[in-house]
């Protein structure tokens, strides 16, 4: 059972470079940092809302993280969903075919934690978390200038063909379908967020996770926070803000004030 998009990994080149935006300028509170070496990377947790932004810096030029900064730049990395018990659900995408990283759950950030092969859910890097109690050493809200009231609510997934794709993240996960009025797009809903699946030729050509999209709790004081910290590639629109890749280490981020 999925019960919620736990988090999404976005891969950086500087833990505390990124930290300015995510942390300073979103207003994301800090949960936990640290170092994973059986992943390479040094990662932190951010919550936002009922989900969580996982940063990943690399540790050597070696690492998977340094391996796709090289190739891709800095962006949305991975996607993990929250499940009661990550090993039963391990197995069962493994006898459903599906290729896996991980046969059995490792400890990780998230707590018991193990991933899939992109090759299983249409070139989407997927993990499956299990969350322990809670972070240690969480940090509660103290390291955030202010609270924006963020929240994860979609991430949108370019596809040759998104109904297909939509059919494998159903039939290993058993998500439901959210009813969209027709057209090409499929929705998917996963506890209160959402994988939105769009023609790839919508987003250009880009297939694979290419956006995020968040509602804010108080809209104003964000863009408030854009204008102070100077923050480039903003574009305004009513009631809702995009955000260039050039101001989020490589996210095309889209916050809305309403649902
Ligand atoms: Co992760």
Not at 221 to 245: D, H, I, K, M, Y
Request: hydrophobic content about 45%; charged content about 20%; overall charge negative.
């Amino acid at each position: 059972m999925i019960r919620a998009i736990h988090h999404v990994g976005i891969a950086v080149k500087r833990l505390t470079h990124a930290y300015r935006f995510y942390r300073d300028v979103l207003g994301l509170p800090l949960l936990t940092e640290a170092e994973l070496p059986d992943q390479g990377v040094r990662a932190a947790l951010l919550a936002a809302g009922d989900s969580e932004i996982e940063l990943l810096e690399p540790l050597g030029a070696s690492s998977a993280v340094a391996r796709f900064l090289a190739r891709h730049g800095e962006g949305l990395h991975h996607l993990c969903f929250d499940t009661p018990d990550v090993g039963a659900e391990l197995t069962a995408a493994k006898d459903k075919g599906a290729e896996l990283i991980d046969a059995t759950p490792r400890p990780g950030l998230a707590g018991q934690i193990g991933f899939l092969h992109p090759r299983a859910c249409a070139g989407v890097l997927v993990e499956l978390a299990t969350p322990g109690a809670a972070h240690p050493g969480a940090s509660n809200d103290a390291s955030a200038l202010h609270s924006s009231g963020l929240r994860l609510k979609r991430l949108i997934i370019g596809a040759k063909d998104p109904r297909a794709t939509a059919g494998i993240f159903q039939r290993l996960f058993a998500l439901p379908e959210v009813a969209m009025n027709g057209g090409p797009r499929v929705m998917l809903g996963v506890g209160r967020g959402a994988l939105l699946l769009v023609p790839d030729a919508e987003v250009g050509g880009a297939e694979g996770m290419v956006a995020l999209s968040m509602i804010a709790g108080d809209f104003d004081g964000l863009l408030a926070a854009f204008q102070r910290a100077g923050t480039s590639g903003v574009l305004l629109g009513t009631g809702e803000v995009t955000l260039e890749p050039v101001a989020t280490h490589g996210v095309h981020l889209h916050i809305s004030k309403y649902e």
